[in-house]
């Protein structure tokens, strides 16, 4: 059964980073493109993030490029956003997808 579990939120200050991680159990993500989204209270989720199988390309949307970046770790079956500059308006609960599955989500808040 496959499980994708996101960690690494929590709450930062402005312009401070975080790193999120994703793992999984019973996927490998280096045969998978897998996304980071996001969702905001109130809001629709959003794509933040995409990288895909091996050989890996990366995408990020426009609101987050130059600050967030997305990897995979193939020797650990992770794939990590890395946050920098966080702004009040990154807040959200981010979430890991690949092929049809979802993590459960980790909360990133970021205020002052």
């Known amino acids: 059964q496959v499980q994708l579990v996101e960690s690494g939120g929590g709450l930062v200050q402005p312009g401070k980073s975080l790193r999120l991680a994703c793992a999984s159990s019973g996927l490998t993500f280096r045969d998978h493109t897998t996304y980071w989204y996001r969702q905001a209270p109130g809001k629709e989720r959003e794509l933040v993030a995409t990288i895909t199988s091996a050989p890996a390309s990366t995408y990020t949307v426009d609101s987050v490029k130059e600050r967030f970046f997305i990897f995979r770790e193939n020797a650990k079956n992770t794939v990590y956003l890395q946050m920098n500059s966080l702004k009040p308006e990154d807040t959200a609960v981010y979430y890991c997808?690949?092929?049809?599955?979802w993590g459960r989500g980790t909360q990133v808040t970021v205020s002052s």
């Open positions: 997808k690949a092929d049809q599955f």
